[in-house]
């Protein structure tokens, strides 16, 4: 399957639901009132857009419908997909330009930061760059088997200790192998189950004092993973993760599984940390860059358009 149709047969889902629900909503009007917006807004809160970034969007319709003196409901879907489009803004890549670089994956548990490096390795691996693994999550032994796996299966090599060790004791062995093997990039799993979110975050800190006094000069990405099929929680995860940690980019996964798709907008708009990244599978493959324009497309066709 293609690039393009993977990202549509991921979104699947969600299209279904915003997109139907979108036209439902049109389809039933002949001229543009509020009793339209009304109906509109509540779709988009209804879709995991979330009340703020559904208010924001339906204000800005109401703006460009009055300056461009609009009457048609037929017309407000593409003003829907500028809008939506113009909140997610530029897309943003991984910054790696040092050698070697840094990604760190952090995330609650089970929301599939081990599945997406294994990806994200693999990826990064065709494109000719030497990549290792940190596992840093050794707060399960079957935690460092599963990144193993992984790195079996993207052809990459890891930096394990056992079960219980200090993870930021890790992260500077593999810091240390990397910068033996002249590797570009080194990416580190880090566990989400821990016995308190105080904890969590201390091991995190830790981990970040460890990378700053290793590398200071170099490229880290922090990329915090969330499950779409939470919705509304993956956007608190985020603010909480927030608090504590400078976040360069969100992996979002699961899309595949979800008509929740539409949490990627006040995710951006909300707490203005760029998507980089969207799972759409469990295959090693189904990572794809985030790519707005895309998304837009893909939760707005109808079903015959594609
Ligand atoms: N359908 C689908 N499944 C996914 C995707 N990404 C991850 N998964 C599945 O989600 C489950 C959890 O993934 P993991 O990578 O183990 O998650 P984790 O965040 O490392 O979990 P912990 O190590 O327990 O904190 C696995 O069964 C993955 O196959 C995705 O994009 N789509
Ligand atoms: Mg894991």
Same mark, same amino acid.
């Not at 293609?2 to 979104?11: C, P, R, V």
């Not at 909140?87 to 952090?106: A, F, Q, R, Y």
């Not at 400078?246 to 996964?253: K, N, R, S």
């Given at each position: 399957?293609?690039?393009?149709? *993977?990202?549509? +047969?991921?979104?699947?889902?969600?299209?279904?639901?915003?997109?139907?629900?979108?036209?439902?909503?049109? #389809?039933?009007?002949?001229?543009?009132?509020?009793?339209?917006?009304?109906?509109?807004? +509540?779709?988009?809160?209804?879709?995991?857009?979330?009340?703020?970034?559904? &208010?924001?969007?339906?204000?800005?319709?109401?703006?460009?419908?009055?300056?461009?003196?609009?009457?048609?409901?037929a017309?407000?879907?593409?003003?829907?997909?500028?809008?939506?489009?113009?909140?997610?803004?530029?897309? +943003?890549?991984?910054?790696?330009?040092?050698?070697?670089?840094v990604?760190?994956?952090?995330?609650?548990?089970?929301?599939?930061?081990?599945?997406?490096?294994?990806?994200?390795? =693999?990826?990064? *691996? =065709?494109?000719?760059?030497?990549?290792?693994?940190?596992?840093?999550?050794?707060?399960?032994?079957?935690?460092?088997?599963?990144?193993?796996?992984?790195? $079996?299966?993207?052809?990459?090599t890891?930096?394990?200790?056992? +079960?219980?060790?200090?993870?930021?004791?890790?992260?500077?062995?593999?810091?240390?192998?990397?910068?033996? $093997?002249?590797?570009?990039?080194i990416?580190?799993? &880090?566990?989400?189950?821990?016995?308190?979110? *105080? #904890?969590?975050?201390?091991?995190?800190?830790?981990? #970040?004092?460890?990378?700053?006094?290793?590398?200071?000069?170099?490229?880290?990405?922090?990329?915090?993973?969330?499950?779409?099929?939470?919705?509304?929680?993956?956007?608190? $995860?985020?603010?909480?993760?927030?608090?504590v940690?400078?976040? &360069?980019?969100?992996?979002?996964?699961?899309?595949?599984?979800?008509a929740?798709?539409?949490?990627?907008?006040?995710?951006?708009?909300?707490?203005?940390?760029?998507?980089?990244?969207?799972?759409?599978?469990?295959?090693?493959?189904?990572?794809?860059?985030?790519?707005?324009?895309?998304?837009?497309?893909?939760?707005?066709? &109808?079903?015959?358009n594609?």
């Amino acid at each position: 399957m293609g690039f393009f149709s *993977k990202i549509k +047969e991921g979104l699947k889902k969600t299209r279904n639901s915003i997109a139907d629900s979108v036209t439902g909503v049109i #389809n039933s009007f002949t001229k543009i009132d509020e009793d339209l917006f009304e109906e509109l807004e +509540e779709i988009l809160i209804m879709s995991d857009i979330g009340v703020n970034t559904s &208010t924001q969007i339906c204000d800005i319709l109401r703006k460009k419908i009055k300056e461009t003196g609009v009457t048609d409901p037929a017309l407000i879907k593409n003003m829907l997909k500028e809008i939506i489009a113009e909140i997610l803004g530029e897309d +943003e890549g991984l910054n790696l330009e040092t050698k070697p670089s840094v990604i760190l994956v952090i995330g609650v548990n089970g929301v599939g930061k081990t599945t997406s490096i294994g990806k994200i390795s =693999a990826q990064l *691996k =065709a494109e000719g760059k030497k990549v290792v693994l940190g596992a840093a999550d050794t707060f399960r032994a079957a935690a460092i088997d599963q990144l193993g796996i992984w790195a $079996q299966r993207a052809g990459v090599t890891m930096v394990k200790s056992v +079960e219980g060790t200090d993870p930021a004791s890790v992260v500077f062995d593999t810091i240390a192998s990397a910068r033996a $093997q002249k590797a570009d990039v080194i990416i580190c799993d &880090t566990a989400g189950r821990l016995h308190n979110k *105080k #904890n969590l975050m201390d091991e995190l800190a830790k981990i #970040n004092r460890v990378i700053s006094r290793e590398l200071p000069d170099s490229s880290v990405e922090t990329l915090l993973v969330l499950d779409a099929a939470t919705g509304q929680n993956a956007v608190n $995860q985020a603010k909480e993760f927030k608090n504590v940690t400078d976040i &360069t980019g969100i992996v979002l996964t699961k899309l595949d599984g979800t008509a929740k798709g539409g949490i990627i907008i006040p995710i951006k708009n909300e707490l203005g940390i760029p998507v980089k990244f969207v799972g759409v599978g469990e295959g090693i493959d189904d990572l794809q860059p985030f790519n707005a324009e895309e998304f837009v497309d893909g939760i707005f066709e &109808t079903e015959e358009n594609i």
